[in-house]
């Protein structure tokens, strides 16, 4: 039976990019799902590490078939929607994972929420 990763993030905690090749050798494992975080006030900005969507494109090019990947822009950079459709354009397959200081009921989620929730994903 294989497994697939839905939660892998590049050149975070040790992960490097260089190690992906290793890790997409076992056999069992189908593909991966790969995270950027951008935050732009993080609540603990200590922990915070920018993982840019640009590190995932390039590895995603070297490994079309085993790497799916996915990005979640700050809501309230004023840029988001502009930043998601310009990914959404290079391949990226959907929004996640939304790492953001904010509550549900947060008004900056509402467009963000709705723009999501208009567009076709097809991974």
């Known amino acids: 039976m294989k497994y697939?990763?839905?939660?892998?993030?590049?050149?975070y905690s040790g992960f490097r990019k260089e190690l992906i090749d290793n890790y997409?050798?076992?056999?069992?494992?189908?593909?991966?799902?790969?995270?950027t975080w951008q935050e732009l006030r993080p609540s603990i900005p200590s922990l915070y590490q920018p993982l840019p969507l640009e590190d995932i494109?390039?590895?995603?090019?070297?490994?079309?078939?085993?790497?799916?990947?996915?990005?979640?822009?700050?809501?309230?950079?004023p840029n988001w929607q502009q930043l998601m459709e310009s990914a959404l354009a290079n391949g990226v397959k959907g929004c996640g994972e939304?790492?953001?200081?904010l509550k549900w009921?947060?008004?900056a989620l509402d467009d963000y929420l709705d723009f999501l929730n208009k567009k076709d994903y097809r991974c």
């Open 98 to 101: 939304l790492k953001v200081n």
């Open 105 to 107: 009921s947060d008004h």
């Open 57 to 77: 494109l390039e590895i995603k090019s070297q490994y079309p078939d085993r790497l799916v990947p996915f990005f979640a822009p700050d809501p309230t950079d």
């Open 24 to 35: 997409l050798k076992d056999p069992e494992l189908e593909f991966c799902l790969l995270h």
């Open 4 to 11: 697939i990763d839905a939660h892998l993030h590049i050149n």
